[in-house]
Nanobody, 113 residues
Framework: QVQLVESGGGLVQAGGSLRLSCAAS?????????MGWYRQAPGKQRELVAV???????NYADSVKGRFTISRDNAKKTVYLQMNGLKPEDTAVYYC??????WGQGTQVTVSS
């Protein structure tokens, strides 16, 4: 059974930083899976934040380019999201995703102005 456990969310002031982690279990060879982060703000649809492919290529939403960095450690079966320069509009529940369609339970990120 695949499980994704996120951690690292919390409350931070605008301009601050947070690092999200998502540890996967139940996937034997995670190096073949794409891994990513999505977020959903109240009243809005879930949106892609960042994704990292099995080959290490990355893609970011325009709104977070230059501020967020996604990385992965296949040995630890973990994907990270380093978030710097946080803005109030980054406030959302952040979800980890592993291809083809595995999701974590979400972690709240709140940025105060």
């Amino acid at each position: 059974q695949v499980q994704l456990v996120e951690s690292g969310g919390g409350l931070v002031q605008a301009g601050g930083s947070l690092r999200l982690s998502c540890a996967a279990s139940g996937i034997m060879f995670i190096k073949f899976n794409a891994m990513g982060w999505y977020r959903q703000a109240p009243g809005k649809q879930r949106e892609l934040v960042a994704v990292i492919t099995s080959g290490g290529s990355t893609n970011y939403a325009d709104s977070v380019k230059g501020r967020f960095t996604i990385s992965r450690d296949n040995a630890k079966k973990t994907v990270y999201l380093q978030m710097n320069g946080l803005k109030p509009e980054d406030t959302a529940v952040y979800y980890c995703n592993v291809s083809p369609n595995f999701w974590g339970q979400g972690t709240q990120v709140t940025v105060s102005s």
